[in-house]
């Protein structure tokens, strides 16, 4: 399966933790984006990548919120001092670049949701 | 800033019978608009989508045309199955500064019984 893939699928974590979430995106897809979803809610956008360049942050990306993506390829998005609020599923998508012609849609993981308590 | 608006669901329908789940947006310039279907337990797969003003979306029987005029995106299939109960969701694509970030809105719940 050369789909989006996420690690790992489920986080439990105390309220004030550090987790970090990984995303391998498929595998000729140069765009990378990060998504958070609440319940009963559609994802919103977080950030998303050009290759290992962060080209766009979303205000909802809080001081505690980082996401990199070295190599270009795979990209880890870190929480620090996790809070309650920050319980949702985050979701990963990549893309191609848009082009005349081209397949530029995203295609999304399976998600990883996140449960502070 | 761009938004969408999705009827509130759940919708509940008998097999075969007709669905349409609406969906407006607000968007500067000319976004692309999507519709993503989210099966139990499964991530979000793109459905059908519409680059332009004029465009018909179709994929598995669902159809969605996109209206300029009316700022809208509906989706319709004729005759929905069991296995098409899922959550629906509207999107469009802002392409500002060489992005395509998706805006969605909050999801149709749809319920298809025997």
């Known amino acids: 399966d050369t789909g989006v893939s996420q690690d790992p699928r489920h986080k439990i974590t105390k309220r004030g933790q550090n987790v970090t979430f990984r995303c391998d995106p498929i595998s000729e897809h140069n765009r990378l984006y990060w998504y958070r979803q609440t319940l009963g809610q559609g994802p919103e956008f977080l950030t998303y990548?050009?290759?290992?360049?962060?080209?766009?942050k979303s205000r909802l990306l809080s001081d505690r919120f980082s996401a990199e993506r070295p190599k270009g390829s795979f990209s880890t998005l870190e929480i620090q001092r996790t809070e309650q609020g920050d319980s949702a599923m985050y979701l990963c998508?990549?893309?191609?670049?848009?082009?005349?012609?081209?397949?530029?849609?995203?295609?999304f993981g399976p998600g990883t949701r996140l449960t502070v308590t | 800033g761009n938004s969408v608006t999705q009827m509130e669901g759940p919708v509940t329908l008998s097999e075969e019978a007709f669905l349409t789940i609406n969906c407006t947006y607000t968007?500067?310039?000319?976004?692309?608009l999507f519709w993503y279907v989210q099966y139990p337990g499964e991530g979000l797969q793109l459905l059908l989508k519409a680059t332009k003003a004029d465009d018909k979306g179709s994929n598995k029987g669902f159809e969605a045309t996109y209206r300029k005029e009316t700022t809208s995106f509906h989706l319709e299939k004729g005759s929905v199955q069991v296995s098409d109960s899922a959550v629906y969701f509207c999107a469009l694509s802002d392409e500002t500064g060489g992005g395509n970030k998706l805006t969605f809105g909050t999801g149709t719940q749809l319920k298809v019984e025997l």
């Open positions: 990548f050009q290759n290992e360049a962060q080209l766009e």
């Open positions: 998508a990549s893309s191609l670049p848009k082009t005349r012609q081209g397949d530029y849609e995203q295609y």
């Open positions: 968007a500067t310039g000319y976004p692309s």
